[in-house]
């Protein structure tokens, strides 16, 4: 959220859209313990229904196209963990809350985030919308496109690493930003790794797929 933040030209102050930010997380936190005493004898699709936090995560890589949003150890550990307590209190016998065993809701809710987890590796590795027939995916911004070279030497320089770029000896293909900045291909995937937007200018700029 702060990187996100940080590349926006905004006025308001940060702290006070952090304080909106928890009170929404805490107010949610909350909301949702008085539902789950509310609606005890549905509480079983409730809990599936809360643990369904990856699905925003999948829709969002869909929607932006960004691709290994999240580290592979950091989606799995999150889901073990998160998992650790419903269910011992659904597959444990002898848990020191004395609730009955449900092995079928335990089964059901493992499968549930096991298969959310799935759909984000699936997502990491193959693109985030693998998942979509091609022909209803919307248009991708052509990194490959040509534009003029200035008339100086054999190219720009790139910004990242400060080679010339488009030479001869070039091992990495020559990429073109929305803003018409030329980089190497593997300097900018690298450089999107940390951040999501132009070394020159700072404007947001799409996923890179060589794909």
Known sequence: WRIRRASEDTYTDP??????????FYGCLMGGVILAFQF???LDFLLLALYSFWVPQIIHNIHHDHRKPLLV??????SAT???????????PNNFLHAEPNYGVAAMLLAWVALQVAVLLLQHYKGPRCCIP?????????????????????????????MP?????D??????????????QDCLKRWMDIKMECPVCRRTVPDLDDD
Request: with cysteine; hydrophobic share 35%; net charge positive.
């Open 134 to 162: 091609r022909r209803f995916r919307p248009d991708k911004y052509d990194y490959y496109r040509r534009v003029p070279m200035v008339a100086t030497g054999e190219g720009e320089d790139c910004a990242i690493c400060m």
């Open 171 to 184: 091992s990495s293909p020559r990429v073109v930003t929305p803003c018409d900045h030329v980089f190497h």
């Open 40 to 42: 005890r004898e549905i």
């Open 82 to 92: 998160r998992l650790l307590i419903p269910l011992y209190a659904l597959a444990c």
């Open 15 to 24: 702290r006070q859209e952090a304080s909106i930010l928890y009170s929404r």
């Open 73 to 78: 150890r950091y989606i799995v550990g999150m």
């Open 165 to 169: 770029v488009g030479g001869s000896s």
